[in-house]
């Protein structure tokens, strides 16, 4: 199981045992983060090494939290997605470098493959085989892949509204749909209640430690493929946080590794007008993020009113010197038509969102032009197609 030495939280840094499923902590309820055994690692796990690997976020096998073997076994051919020059793009936005990290490319079309591979391979190594999820769709759909793919079985609790080719998508690959009245925080409570009267695994944001470990495998992608020049400026459109968190994780553990130094970009939370709790709480100065009531927005990854890692969200946003926009529905829309008919790249509307959002930015001056950015569009735009 990579090299992980244990499980610490957040929020009071107690440990835990690295094996240990639920990742909230029983002292604060913070979420619990996978440590590895990095000084052990420094000599071993260098540049050439992993790339000489073959391709897919296995290959990282030593700085996650599950057998690579098994890994490789479940793969759908996650990860290594292209990073990709938009010079056009740029220069529409008044800007010299900007790349698009495409996880439209991954299994089930989304990133949350990265999240429920590794989440998925942790659990059946310890003999689960029944899983469950509060979802918008999108890891809805990956845990239903997964799940197929290491013959087990996956319970998804959506709401009601969720977007109906996700839901044919979920039940292709044999996923058990529960529809909620209300939003994905109802959800998570209804599968919360399932998971203990059922006794199936919790995959919940944050609930576990996979998801945020396989997220991660982004920032490694990005730092390996940027070299030591990391971006100045990262636009991340945010939901739960698991991407972001994951992201700046990585940037830490290279740096112990001695990949790179201790400049880090400076990240950027893009978040829809109709939720934008995150936003809202960089705005004012708190510490923690406050429900967003009747959230509402087209882009379903972005319909997250309370995100249970928050504080840690809000934290790693501030450290990194970075910031929140917020763009509407008819942005993202404009967005992906622009970025589709400037590059070729169909972005799903979260992904779409980062290029509104990147746009908003320049023209504030706060990216200036000859500052080298990145855009993460998270999913393929063609589930909203269908
Ligand atoms: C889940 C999701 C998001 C939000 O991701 P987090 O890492 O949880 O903030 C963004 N975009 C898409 C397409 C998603 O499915
Ligand atoms: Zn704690």
Known sequence: MGAVRGLECSGCRETFEGSRLSAVCPECQSPLLAQYDLEALRTRLTADVVGRRPSGLWRWGELLPASETLGWTLSLGEGDTPLLPVPRLAADLGLKSVWIKDEGVNPTGT?????????????????????????????????????????????????????????????????????????????????????????????????????????????????????????????????????LIGIAKAFDELQTLGWIDERRPRLVA??????????????????????????????????????????????????????????????????????????????????????????VLARQGWIRPEERVVLFNTGTGLKDLL
């Not at 429900?291 to 249970?308: I, S």
């Not at 509407?328 to 972005?347: F, N, S």
């Open 111 to 243: 990133f949350k493959a990265r999240g429920l591979a590794v989440a998925v391979a942790r659990a059946s190594e310890q003999g689960i085989s029944d899983f469950v999820l509060p979802t918008a769709g999108n890891a809805g759909a990956a845990l239903a892949a997964y799940a197929a793919r290491g013959g087990a079985r996956a319970h998804l609790f959506l709401p009601a509204d969720a977007p109906p080719p996700i839901l044919r998508e979920i039940e292709a690959a044999g996923g058990q749909i529960h529809k909620v009245n209300g939003l994905i925080d109802q959800a998570g409570r209804e599968a919360a209640a399932a998971a203990r009267e059922q006794g199936w695994l919790d995959l919940s944001t944050f609930r576990e430690v996979g998801r945020v470990e396989g997220k991660k495998t982004m920032g490694l992608e990005l730092a390996e493929s940027l070299g030591p020049e990391l971006p100045d400026v990262i636009l991340y459109p945010t939901g739960g946080g698991t991407g």
């Open 270 to 359: 893009v978040q829809a007008e109709g939720c934008a709790p995150v936003v809202r709480a960089l705005d004012r100065g708190d510490p923690a993020v406050e429900r967003w009531e009747d959230a509402h927005t087209a882009a379903a990854g972005l319909r997250v009113p309370a995100p249970f890692a928050g504080r840690l969200i809000v934290d790693t946003l501030r450290r990194s010197g970075g910031t929140g926009v917020v763009v509407t529905d008819e942005e993202m829309r404009q967005a992906r038509r622009r970025l589709a008919r400037l590059e070729g790249v169909l972005a799903c509307l979260e992904g779409a969102a980062t290029v509104a959002g990147a746009a």
